[in-house]
Structure formats: C-alpha cells, structure tokens
C-alpha cells in the first residue's frame, strides 16, 4: 500500500532563504510523486510532478523537487523564499493503477520578514 | 479556459440532514473525483467518475455517494450528516480517469455540520 510521510509539520524559514520540505513515500510500485500547494480558504495547487525520465523535477515558483528511489524521498526545495510562499503544502503519492492520490500530512511554511 | 468550479463554496447544514455538492469540470474533461480535507484525517479520496460511470472508490461509509452527468459535471451526496463529516471537500477534474494526478483542483466546497 502506498504511503507519504512529511517530516515537520511546520517549517519556519528566513525571506531569501532555502525553503527544503521533506518527504518520504512508500511503494511497492513505481510511483507517481506530487507536491502541491495550498493557501488559505482555496483548494489544491500543483507545483510539480514525478512520473517517469529525470529525477529532477522543476515546478512553478521556482519550486523544484528531486526523486531519489534509493532514500524513497522526494524533498520540495527553493533557493530562496518569498513571503507569498507562506502556505500549506501536501506531498502526495500514486502508484499504478490505484491512480487515487495518497497525500501526507502537509507541512506548514512560515516565511519570516 | 475557466477552471474547475464548485457550488456552493460554503455550506451549513444540521446533523442528520443531507447536503449535495456540485464540481463543474474544465471543458472537454471527462473525469471527476472527489477527495475531503479534515484537520484530523487528512486529504482522502472519495470517489472518482468518470463518463456517467464510477470508477474508483475510496473507503467511506454508503452515507456517501455521488454522480455524473451526461455534461461531465458531477455531485456528490452524504446522507444523515454528522459532525465529523465536516470537510473542506475538493473535487478535481482530468481528460481520462486519473483520480487526481492531473492536478486540476477546485477550490472546494466546506461544509460545516452543526
């Protein structure tokens, strides 16, 4: 069965700095990874996807996310925050043909002035 | 192109009664599925249709149930409301049945069982 886990579920970081959210998935198939992001009283907003070829995956916002099969983990990282990416985000996992989206337990980003 | 749209965005209802949702997909997709968000459970996925037909189902109780039109849009039904089926309730939409993946969410509908 398919599984994510978010390490933190608040993460506080410095305007221009790294933004680095952890995630670590499980799967007995070759999965599809996902990031999205959530801002408050609005829905789900997709940064990135992992599906198959380059395990580097770049997303909007200058969001980027690197698939590493050996450690089951997809961190979401920027190299330098900006207020407006103070959010709720969800890392989500989808393997075959179960196709639904296993999410975890998101992590919430503070961006301090 | 609108996005996905969903009605009504905020919802009041009393336990034991019965509420429907509305998801109007982006034009030309075929598939909606439905996930809730709940402070102490998460995002789980509901149910997924896909063509007028189901075609993927998440672990919830008959209470819940849902539909599609011949137009794609798509409503979802919870019977005998109770307290902890307050939700944020997300539906999202793709050309073929994705349950999700596609990425195109709303911006959902929550509902609050008093």
């Known amino acids: 069965a398919q599984s994510v886990t978010q390490l933190g579920s608040h993460v506080s970081v ?10 670590n998935y499980s799967s007995s198939v070759p999965p599809y990874l996902f990031w999205y992001v959530q801002y408050p009283n609005q829905g789900l907003q997709l940064l990135l996807k992992y599906t198959t070829g380059a395990t580097l995956v770049k997303g909007i916002n200058g969001f980027e996310a690197e698939f590493k099969k050996s450690e089951t983990s997809f961190h979401l ?23 639904q989206l296993t999410f975890g337990s998101g992590t919430q980003l503070t961006v301090l002035p | 192109k609108a996005g996905v749209t969903q009605t009504p965005r905020y919802l009041i209802k009393t336990r034991g009664q019965q509420v429907t949702l509305s998801c109007s997909p982006i034009s030309g997709h075929r598939s909606v599925s439905w996930y809730q968000q709940t ?41 005998t409301l109770e307290l902890g089926d307050s939700a944020l309730y997300l539906c999202a939409s793709s050309l073929e049945p994705t349950s999700g993946r596609s990425g195109y969410f709303g911006p959902g509908t929550r509902l609050t069982v008093t």
């Open chain 1, 77 to 99: 990282t920027k190299p330098s925050a900006h207020m407006s990416d103070a959010a709720e985000y969800f890392c989500a996992v989808s393997e075959g043909s179960a196709r």
């Open chain 1, 14 to 23: 410095s305007e221009g700095a790294l933004v680095l959210l952890r995630c």
């Open chain 2, 39 to 79: 402070p102490g459970q998460g995002l789980q996925f509901l149910f997924e249709y896909f063509s007028e037909t189901q075609r993927n189902k998440g672990n919830f109780p008959g209470r819940f149930s849902g539909r599609q039109f011949s137009n794609s849009r798509s409503e979802m039904n919870v019977s």
